[in-house]
């Protein structure tokens, strides 16, 4: 069983930046393909980022490519999204998943989820 815990969203103008963080209880961390998801109000959950267990293959969405960035910490079992040139089409609950031993862009992929964080762009 994995715990997630999201922080970091909130508040910022477009342009700015955030920086998300999820931390993962338990020692299996880095046996998990990681994945940020966010979903908009009235939206279906879509697809952010994804990094690999060992951290040399990732992904992103076409909307987000240049802008985000995600990386991992084996050593503290925390997963990160670096948000840049933010946008208020960004707006969203974002969520962290692990699991997703195939198809990490793929939400019904992840086995775990966490509570989700806010984030608000505004123009």
């Known amino acids: 069983q994995v715990q997630l815990i999201e922080s970091g969203g909130g508040l910022v103008q477009a342009g700015g930046s955030l920086k998300l963080s999820c931390a993962a209880s338990g020692r299996t961390f880095s046996s998990y393909t990681m994945g940020w998801f966010r979903q908009a109000p009235g939206k279906e959950r879509e697809f952010v980022a994804s990094?690999?267990?060992?951290?040399?293959?990732?992904y992103y969405a076409d909307s987000v490519k240049g802008r985000f960035a995600i990386s991992r910490d084996n050593a503290k079992n925390t997963v990160y999204l670096q948000m840049n040139s933010l946008k208020p089409e960004d707006t969203a609950v974002y969520y962290c998943a692990a699991g997703a031993i195939v198809g990490p862009t793929v939400a019904a992929n992840y086995d775990y989820w966490g509570q989700g964080t806010q984030v608000t762009v505004s123009s």
């Open positions: 990094r690999s267990r060992s951290g040399d293959s990732t």
